[in-house]
């Protein structure tokens, strides 16, 4: 099946500072990924649609300023975290839509980075 | 906008026994249905997949089905083990994906 990886898987950071998640799909081309969060025992929030080439949108109450998201390739998208502050500590998880192949129209999801900001 | 909702929240059985995971949602027009598993502290593990044409689908001791026209899709484990204790989430795709709420499943020994 199709895989997507995520880099770092964990991250440490001291308030204030800048985090880069990578998103990658490694067999197929995405040309919209997607990122998402998730705080302790809670479900899965979208936090942006990120389409190749194009600006993201982002999800009502996501600071677009703080989440910067750039899908610069097929391949790639990016999410970072500007500014962190412990609020912002959670666990990202993009996906990758595949639009061809057998099973059509779905999500391939990384495996997750854990943000802790200090 | 729709709404997905998982019950029950959270489910603990013995070993043995088979179970069903329910999850609704509130818009009929979606590409597909996914159940997740979720580990604590780790990733989705993408389960099973019905599109919105199909009415079940079957993965081992997991089969998944869907009835579109009621917002309803159930999850049936059969033979829990230990193993399968994790937290289930079922998504629906529409437009984009909604998250139902997760149940936390604990099989005990």
């Known amino acids: 099946g199709a895989v997507v990886s995520q880099h770092p898987s964990w991250v440490i950071c001291k308030s204030g500072t800048s985090v880069k998640i990578e998103c990658r799909s490694l067999d197929f081309q995405a040309t919209t990924m997607f990122w998402y969060r998730q705080f302790p025992k809670q479900s899965l929030m979208l936090m942006a649609t990120?389409?190749?080439?194009?600006?993201?949108?982002?999800e009502q109450g996501v600071e677009k300023d703080k989440f910067l998201i750039n899908h610069a390739s097929l391949t790639l998208s990016t999410l970072t975290v500007t500014s962190a502050h412990p609020e912002d500590s959670s666990f990202y998880i993009c996906?990758?839509?595949?639009?061809?192949?057998?099973?059509?129209?779905?999500?391939?999801f990384g495996p997750g980075t854990r943000l802790t900001v200090l | 906008k729709q709404e997905v909702t998982q019950i029950p929240a959270a489910l603990s059985v013995p070993e043995g026994e088979n179970l069903v995971l329910n999850c609704s949602f509130t818009?009929?027009?979606?590409?597909?249905l996914q159940w997740f598993r979720q580990d604590p502290g780790k990733g989705l593990t993408s389960l099973l997949l019905i599109q919105s044409s199909q009415r079940e689908q079957t993965s081992g001791r997991l089969n998944a089905s869907l009835d579109k026209s009621s917002g309803r899709s159930t999850l049936y484990i059969a033979a829990s083990q230990p193993g399968d204790s994790a937290t289930y989430l079922c998504?629906?795709?529409?437009?984009?994906?909604?998250f139902g709420t997760g149940t936390s499943l604990t099989v005990i020994p």
């Open positions: 996906s990758a839509r595949w639009s061809g192949g057998p099973s059509t129209d779905t999500q391939y």
């Open positions: 990120s389409n190749e080439g194009s600006k993201a949108t982002y």
């Open positions: 818009d009929s027009a979606i590409y597909n």
């Open positions: 998504a629906v795709m529409g437009n984009q994906f909604y």
